[in-house]
């Protein structure tokens, strides 16, 4: 069965301390990879796109990365407002569906 | 501005009373989606649309309908709605169904009594 494992479930940082959050997953035909980010009460909001290993993707503070198994979003130097849960999911190939892990809660304290 | 709407974004209802949640998106999207949102589940996809008329299941398809009658909306139906559908609930559209980025609307929190 496809999965996606998201880790750590929560993550506390100080302002500016950098960190990763972790997406692994077990799918066949893997046909995308994509983080997005929730802030609470509201709808996911996309970040990245990534469809083949290698692939590296930036934005502001965050850089996601993706091998074949899993994908890393790295977090440098964060301020408080990138407080948020981040989520991870793939789409396979065989249809439409996609997939998302349970998230990571991101708390960044001043 | 570019966005999908979803109505209500509330509702409390009691079991067995059918109900429509309604989900519109603006942007000339093929592809929409339907998710549900519960505590240490994650997000799950109920069913999605890849185009007019073509839809299919998604992993928690069981107590719900949808239809795509037109390009724009794509309403979740339960017929008759039970506690075990108490959720926030998530609708969201993309381009194409190869176009990934998907665009959420805000989120219709339900109550099954």
């Known amino acids: 069965e496809d999965q996606v494992t998201q880790s750590p479930e929560a993550l506390r940082l100080q302002e500016g301390e950098s960190s990763s959050l972790n997406c692994s997953y077990t799918v066949s035909g893997l046909r995308g990879l994509f983080w997005y980010r929730q802030d609470p009460g509201k709808g996911p909001e996309f970040l990245f796109t990534?469809?083949?290993a290698g692939e590296e993707k930036e934005k502001e503070r965050l850089k996601a990365t993706l091998t074949k198994k899993e994908s890393f979003l790295h977090i440098t130097a964060p301020k408080p407002e990138d407080s948020a849960t981040y989520l991870c999911a793939v789409n396979r190939g065989s249809n439409y569906k996609l997939t998302f892990g349970k998230g990571t809660l991101l708390t960044v304290n001043p | 501005e570019a966005q999908v709407t979803q109505n209500p974004r509330y509702l409390i209802t009691v079991t067995g009373k059918k109900l429509t949640v309604t989900c519109s998106q603006n942007m000339n999207h093929e592809y929409m989606s339907w998710y549900r949102q519960d505590p240490g589940l994650g997000l799950r996809q109920i069913y999605y649309s890849m185009n007019v008329e073509v839809t299919d299941k998604g992993d928690v398809p069981e107590g719900y309908k949808v239809s795509r009658k037109e390009k724009r909306n794509f309403p979740l139906i339960l017929e008759s709605p039970s506690p075990n559908q108490t959720s926030l609930y998530f609708c969201?559209?993309?381009?194409?169904?190869?176009?990934?980025?998907?665009?959420f609307g805000p989120g219709t929190r339900l109550t099954v009594t």
């Open positions: 990534l469809y083949s």
């Open positions: 969201a559209s993309s381009l194409r169904s190869n176009s990934y980025e998907q665009y």
